[in-house]
Every structure is written in structure tokens, then in C-alpha cells.
Nanobody, 116 residues
């Protein structure tokens, strides 16, 4: 069983930056991919960014060039650096890991609010 704890959310003005962190514990040797998703009020949860075990990344079109995902395998952590934030980035952000055998775990979510 993998536990995920996110941190780093908060309130920021448009154009500002935030850095989200997610620390994994328990069964971490079997983690394959890691990612960040977000869910805005009244909307479906959507992929923000994803990073494979080998470091390959992909991003939602809406965040390309502004967000950067990275991981520290030694610390079992994944990060999301968010720059040039926009009000439409306001959402609850969830950390996600996928194990090599396919099981997916989610964090509890962290609120990001961008004021205009």
C-alpha cells in the first residue's frame, strides 16, 4: 500500500508561481509512473503532467511551457513547478502513482487558487 502526501498548494496572484510536492511511502520500490491531475469545481479530473520511470514527460496542452514535472526517485517524490499561473489553473491538484503491475494510488489533493 502506497501513501501519498501532497504539499505546496495555496493562494497566488495571476502570473505567480507555486511548487507542489508529493511524497510517497510504503511499497515505493514498485512505483512506475508518477503524475499530477487536477479537478476544478464542476469539471472532470484531468491530467496535468506525467513522468515515466525513465524520466519521459508529457503535459496537458493548457500547461505546456508553464509547468514542469520532475521526480526524485531517491526520495520517492514528484514535483510540479507551476509558473505564469492563470485563474483557470484554479483546482484541487492530486498526485498519482502507477505501480508496475497497474495499481494506481491517489493523494488527498491540495488546493491551488489563482486570483485575477
Amino acid at each position: 500500500q502506497v501513501q501519498l502526501v501532497e504539499s505546496g498548494g495555496g493562494l497566488v496572484q495571476a502570473g505567480g508561481s507555486l511548487r507542489l510536492s508529493c511524497a510517497a511511502s510504503g511499497g515505493t520500490l514498485s512505483i512506475n509512473a508518477m503524475g499530477w491531475y487536477r479537478q476544478a469545481p464542476g469539471k472532470q479530473r484531468e491530467l496535468v503532467a506525467h513522468i515515466s520511470s525513465g524520466g519521459s514527460t508529457n503535459y496537458a496542452d493548457s500547461v505546456k511551457g508553464r509547468f514542469t514535472i520532475s521526480r526524485d526517485n531517491a526520495k520517492n517524490a514528484v514535483f510540479l513547478q507551476m509558473n505564469s499561473l492563470k485563474p483557470e489553473d484554479t483546482a484541487v491538484y492530486f498526485c498519482n502513482v502507477k505501480m508496475y503491475w497497474g495499481t494506481v494510488y491517489w493523494g488527498q489533493g491540495t488546493q491551488v487558487t489563482v486570483s485575477s
